[in-house]
């Protein structure tokens, strides 16, 4: 019988091999199958099978473009400054409309930017989310809407936040509504933009919303990656309990440019007003601006925007706390805020997003008139739709976008410099 199994074994091996073989000899193949074909591959299409949920982008689930359009129903005082929307949060649905809360500034000038910080006082912003409150606006449609006023204001000096109140995001628990929120306690860029998160509650999306007063995210302890920052608070419920994951700044070198680098953690609580304990892994993602995510199939999806060696990527992961890359994107939502129908709602089968709100900074392109605007983006990372339109890929640049990012006069300069070298 043994030696019935070896010979059994043998076969299959040897067959197995021959197989491989000739479909080495024929070439990759012309028509590419889903599966992983039987032949050595290189590593980059090694890749294109394993990494990636589709080896085509018009057939993963997790690629998307984004397509922008402007919202109705917010004035910026004419663009010159003094006003400004952005960080929205996620959207939800309550009450038979869209919700969002957003930074808003509204202040007698303009920021007069983090490097002149020292000259901010109790009416001069020296970032342009400073000197901020949080407000909210709901739409019938999610394109026109309504501003509604103050959600969450500054506090009395000494309260976390007195200084300016900013970047918030919503989290429904058991019937109450939170909103998380960062808590600054100085002008932003006087000694960097240091700040941690606080939260308020309310009964209703349209509030009144009480200040837990007390910080729920706390700086991490000297020498750690988050003893500064805490930035971008963002909550989901997984496995009941809540899951918040935000960013950090850290590693900050003068020298270099962009000075400091961004990574983003994950604090998990049983209660919405904390303790929440950081996960021993922090951070869990390793590149991204702002915070971005939604609950998908059993996991959790990421949007990393603008920083970072993975930045311009949709990542996904399984267990909600190691992310792997999952597409290759362009143009994303600058601190995007989407509608995430099962937010909360402990799903183990996330549907996705179509749609939400983010902004563009720098909205007039003129910093003397600094400002942030809040947009609407559209996109297909839904498991319940297939537009085809949201998967094309190679959007096409004219040379006015390629120039707008040409050479600056130094180098320019260190050309001219290089060429006198070489011809000397």
């Given amino acids: 019988m043994r030696e019935i199994f070896c010979f059994l074994f043998v076969s299959i091996v040897l067959f197995s091999c021959q ?12 028509l590419v199958s889903k599966e992983k074909p039987n032949r050595a591959l290189s590593a980059a299409v090694e890749r294109n099978y394993d990494a990636y949920l589709s080896i085509r982008p018009e057939q993963n689930e997790l690629y998307t473009q984004f397509k922008y359009t402007k919202l109705k129903g917010f004035d910026y005082n004419g663009g010159d400054g003094t006003l400004t929307r952005r960080d929205p949060s996620k959207v939800i649905f309550e ?42 606006a709901t739409s019938e449609d999610g394109f026109i809407w309504e501003e509604q006023g103050v959600a969450v204001p500054r506090p009395p000096k000494p309260q976390a936040g007195w200084r300016s109140v900013t970047t918030t995001d919503i989290l429904k628990w058991k019937g109450k509504y939170y909103l998380y929120y960062q808590a600054f306690m100085e002008a932003s860029g006087l000694r960097g933009d240091f ?18 007063n007390k910080v729920v995210i706390p700086n991490g302890s000297e020498g750690s990656w988050d003893q500064y920052s805490i930035h971008d608070p963002y909550p989901l419920v997984h496995n009941g309990k809540i899951y918040l994951y935000y960013k950090g700044d850290f590693d900050k070198r003068p020298e270099l440019k962009p000075s400091k680098i961004r990574m983003q953690g994950l604090a998990i609580s049983e209660d919405p007003l904390g303790p929440f304990v950081k996960h021993p892994l922090n951070p869990v993602i390793n590149s991204g601006h702002e915070t971005t995510l939604f609950p ?27 992310f792997e890359i999952a597409s290759i994107v362009e143009l994303m939502p600058d ?21 939400g709100i983010s902004h ?5 392109e003129d910093w003397n008139r600094n400002h942030s605007v809040l947009t609407r983006f559209d996109c297909d990372l839904s498991l319940d739709i297939d537009d085809q339109q949201m998967k094309e890929h190679g959007n096409v640049y004219g ?18 410099e290089e060429d006198k070298k070489l011809k000397e």
């Fill in 19 to 30: 197989q491989k073989q000739e479909s080495n000899d024929k070439g990759f193949p012309f």
């Fill in 95 to 136: 009450n038979g409309k869209y919700y969002v809360w957003y930074t808003y500034r509204n202040t007698v000038v303009k920021s007069v930017g983090m490097a002149r910080a020292k000259e901010a006082n109790d009416t001069i912003p020296s970032a342009d989310w400073d000197l901020a409150e949080i407000w909210y």
């Fill in 195 to 212: 700040c941690p998160v606080a939260v308020s509650y309310a009964d209703s999306p349209d509030g009144p919303w009480t200040s837990a």
């Fill in 296 to 322: 998908f199939k059993e996991g959790v999806a990421a949007l990393v925007i603008r920083d970072g060696m993975e930045r311009n990527t949709i990542q996904y992961a399984k267990d909600w706390v190691n």
């Fill in 335 to 355: 601190a995007g805020g989407p509608f995430i129908p099962d937010a909360f709602t402990d799903t183990k089968d996330g549907r996705g997003i179509t749609w």
């Fill in 360 to 364: 563009f900074t720098n909205a007039a």
């Fill in 399 to 416: 040379p006015d976008f390629h120039y707008k990012y040409g050479l600056s006069s130094k180098q320019k300069e260190r050309i001219k």
